[in-house]
């Protein structure tokens, strides 16, 4: 999956969107004219006025009123169409000044893609921050969101590993640490970017995060982050194999979530008391064969979140008091083969958990939370799993 943008137009074409100055001033007279026309009916209405008398002579105080009154209409038409054109000549410096500030952002944003591209990893490093801070001040969402994929896009390139610290390969490995500390540190700040709340300054909630294909070797904290249908979150087909990865609290509320094909080797990777109320979250076809994932506590209350030919074959995955009370949990055609999975004193009271097409033994805790009250009635066991009929 890549990212998707979300329609829309920019800035920079609804500032360009404007009428010719013919058509506008008619409409604005008309508009004039009517709101004129309504407040004199309505002060006619007001005051009880029945007639105007046609016997009534027109004497010199009436004409100078006439005259005055002329004149304000004249004096108030000029200000009408002083207003028209200031008002165009505002909407056309914005105009301009977004079209500056793109070009400088097109700009910086070379020199630091430029940067990222260098031999040198402090180069890099350089590049990687000036793109962070170009992503701050983008002035569009669309250009805030380049910015971000071009960040993901470093961490999607080729994974070399470490040589080794043998003297004979001294060099590639600091070579190694150099170009890690630079991965490093864009997940870092993907992380503290991301856990800004959405809209206020530096926050990148709302734009989509592609990593999928990305070897996680390092920690990310993404705790307390919230997913809420502007903005994808994508690990399909990446490796943890160290580090931690902290969603602790993550609130996914809508939008979708992907670690399909996704291999968890090791490290750590930590759902706690995470929330899933209305996003799609695909685990299909991940493998479980070291580290830990914890979803200790997260509450499934809606959305969808699929463990379909999911692979449980080593590490520790624990559901331990995490609360299924809406949406759909399916686990159909898991394999549980030799991971520690625990849903010790999970509690099962409204999402439809279908475990039936899943094999292996059955997870630790799981029956008996089926079996504690309420009484799950839309949670489906695999036959193997069930006690023999007497």
């Not at 058509?23 to 007001?46: E, P």
């Not at 008398?53 to 000029?78: C, E, N, P």
């Not at 990593?211 to 390092?218: A, N, P, Q, R």
């Amino acid at each position: 999956m890549t990212p998707s943008r979300k329609p829309g137009s920019t800035p920079t074409d609804r500032e360009l969107r404007l009428m010719r100055v013919g058509r506008v001033l008619t409409l604005a007279f008309a508009a004039a004219i009517l709101a004129a026309g309504g407040i004199f009916y309505g002060l006619v209405v007001l005051l009880g006025f029945k007639e105007i008398g046609t016997t009534t002579k027109l004497d010199t105080k009436t004409l100078f009123d006439m005259v005055k009154l002329s004149f304000g209409v004249v004096a108030g038409a000029g200000a009408l169409v002083a207003l028209v054109v200031a008002y165009r000549r505002q909407r056309v410096d914005e105009a301009g000044a977004h079209r500056e500030a793109t070009r400088l952002h097109t700009e910086r944003f070379s020199q630091a893609v430029d940067k990222l591209g260098s031999d040198s990893p402090a180069v890099r490093l350089g590049g990687v921050h000036a793109l962070a801070g170009l992503a701050d001040d983008a002035p569009t969402q669309d250009l805030r969101q380049s910015c971000i994929d071009v960040l993901c896009a470093y961490l999607q390139l080729p994974f070399i590993p470490d040589p080794g610290d043998d003297p004979s390969h001294q060099g590639e490995h600091h070579h190694y640490l150099a170009l890690r500390k630079v991965r490093h540190t864009i997940l870092h700040i993907i992380g503290d970017h991301y856990r800004r709340p959405e809209g206020t300054h530096r926050s990148w909630q709302g734009c989509d995060l592609d990593l999928s294909g990305v070897t996680i070797d390092g920690d990310m904290n993404l705790r307390g982050a919230a997913f809420s249908g502007s903005g994808d979150l994508n690990f399909d087909k990446a490796m943890f194999t160290s580090g931690t990865v902290n969603l602790s609290g993550t609130v996914f509320s809508g939008g979708e979530v992907w670690f399909g094909n996704t291999e968890f080797s090791g490290g750590k990777v930590n759902f706690a008391e995470a929330t899933f109320s209305g996003s799609l979250m695909n685990f299909t076809k991940a493998v479980f064969s070291g580290g830990e994932v914890n979803f200790g506590n997260a509450t499934f209350s809606g959305g969808l979140v699929f463990f379909s030919d999911t692979v449980f074959s080593g590490g520790e995955v624990n559901f331990g008091n995490a609360t299924f009370s809406g949406g759909l949990v399916f686990f159909g055609d898991a394999v549980f083969s030799g991971s520690e999975v625990n849903f010790a004193e999970a509690t099962f009271s409204g999402s439809e958990v279908d475990f039936r097409a899943a094999s292996g033994p059955i997870p630790d805790g799981l029956l008996a939370a089926v079996g504690t009250p309420p009484a799950p009635t839309t949670v489906a066991l695999s036959p193997a799993w069930l006690p023999p009929n007497p």
